[in-house]
């Protein structure tokens, strides 16, 4: 099989839940802001949610958690070869 024919390694175990909860996260911000932008169009005063500083923390975990993914899966690449 040639180098571009190969598939990449299928992703197991803790790569696997790492890519899950990463997503997860990022899918509460994505939801975060579409209810903050509900309750603004809808003419609320307070804004429900997390707020600035939860917001941040709730991506910043979803790109760590994304990024230590990405890694272990170039490490089973590594390990493969």
Sequence with gaps: ????????????GTARGTLLAAAILFLVFV?????GKIAVLGGATVV???????EFLVLFAAVILFIVACLN????EDAQK
């Design 1 to 12: 099989m040639s180098e571009t024919n190969k598939k990449p390694p299928a992703l197991r």
């Design 31 to 35: 939801a975060n802001i579409v209810v």
């Design 48 to 54: 429900p949610g997390l707020g600035d500083v939860g």
């Design 73 to 76: 899966r170039e490490r089973a």
